[in-house]
């Protein structure tokens, strides 16, 4: 392919030289190399539909992503709405569940002083009743009492 009958050449690459000779085998093996393997080209292709395949699968993975993450976002949406509801609702039963504490309060309070006045009430009439059943003496200083 290549002839050796060329005059000796010296190329110098900051203090290496290069020979025709030795360059001449150099041209010869990357020759040798690109008709051993003449698929260079078909490789370069294969690589390239490599590439692309793995380009469209990870396109095809990031959109599974976002997919999934959008999904995982509405879940996590209708929970709040849900949480949010079932909040509500037991604020309130509690508020109602205050309210009726509040008035069971206040109707303890008001049975409480109903029974203070009817205690009272009950004692005037023992005494009344005992002002009755003993002699007069007794009757006398029990209305003078009344009147006071």
Known sequence: MFSTNLEPVHICFDDAMITGEELTEILAFLQSDELDNPSGTNEMVQADEKKRRRTLSNRESAKRSRLKKK??????????????????????????????????????????????????????????????????????????????
């Open 71 to 148: 999904k995982r976002f509405e879940e996590l949406t209708e929970e709040l709405n849900r949480l949010n509801q079932r909040n509500q609702e037991l604020t309130n039963r509690l508020a109602n569940v205050v309210s009726c504490g509040n008035n069971i309060s206040n109707e303890n309070n008001w049975l409480k002083t109903e029974s203070v006045c009817l205690e009272m009430r009950l004692l005037d009439l023992y005494r009344f009743l005992v002002a009755i059943q003993s002699p007069v003496s007794t009757r006398v200083t029990y209305i003078t009492e009344l009147e006071i």
